[in-house]
């Protein structure tokens, strides 16, 4: 019992601190755009953080639904990212968490800021003052397409995870597998090789 409440506090210790760390760098990424951006761009941030968020919980549910089996027999004949597809399927319950209340709650929370943002870009561009009736319903109408993008985009990506997930992990597989290609080329072990090469 001890060993596992153990356990259970470093993970939340631990997941606490990534979602501080994406979090800062979420924010810090729609802050930086936004300064002296546009309405249109300041539009397409939140709608990015939107489909981040979505896209977050589609890969979440699809890793907790997946069959680590297939992965395995794709990696026996080959295939890029069907070993990386196959540790995403036997740590279901990180990865699920990972996306769905990291990256999808982080995304979620920063859209709602960055929209803020955008609702007073629009009040100024109407000539608007803060508290007004205008200002009151450009901010709930905003808020409500926000949220009906997000919740609407979530409902036909849940089934879409659901019985396409060996599809989605196999491709989140490809991407971790590019990505450690990529690292390993720019890595200075694998350039200090190189040059000694030569």
């Avoid at 997946?66 to 070993?83: C, L, P, V, Y």
């Avoid at 319950?93 to 999808?104: E, R, T, Y």
């Avoid at 397409?145 to 491709?171: E, M, N, W």
């Avoid at 290609?181 to 000694?196: E, G, K, Q, W």
Wanted: glycine content about 8%; proline content about 1%.
């Amino acid at each position: 019992m001890f060993k596992l409440m153990r356990k259970s506090l470093q993970w939340s210790l631990r997941i606490s601190l990534l979602t501080f760390g994406m979090a800062f760098v979420f924010a810090c990424i729609s802050t930086l755009f936004q300064e002296g951006a546009g309405l249109l761009l300041s539009l397409f941030i939140v709608f990015v953080f939107i489909l981040i968020g979505i896209t977050g919980d589609t890969i979440g549910l699809a890793a907790a639904t997946s069959n680590e089996k297939h992965f395995h027999a794709m990696a026996a004949k080959k295939i890029k990212g069907a070993k990386e597809a196959a540790f995403i399927a036997k740590k279901a319950p990180l990865f699920s968490s990972l996306f769905n209340d990291v990256v999808g709650d982080i995304a979620g929370i920063v859209s709602g800021a960055a929209s803020t943002a955008v609702v007073f870009q629009l009040a100024k561009l109407i000539r608007t003052s803060e508290g007004s009736i205008t200002f009151i319903f450009v901010s709930v109408i905003l808020t409500s397409i926000i949220a009906a993008l997000t919740v609407g985009g979530k409902a036909i990506c849940k089934t879409i995870a659901i019985y396409h997930s060996t599809t989605i992990i196999l491709f989140t597989g490809r991407i971790i597998y590019y990505t450690k290609a990529i690292v390993h080329i720019f890595s200075i072990h694998h350039l200090y090789r190189l040059r000694n090469k030569h």
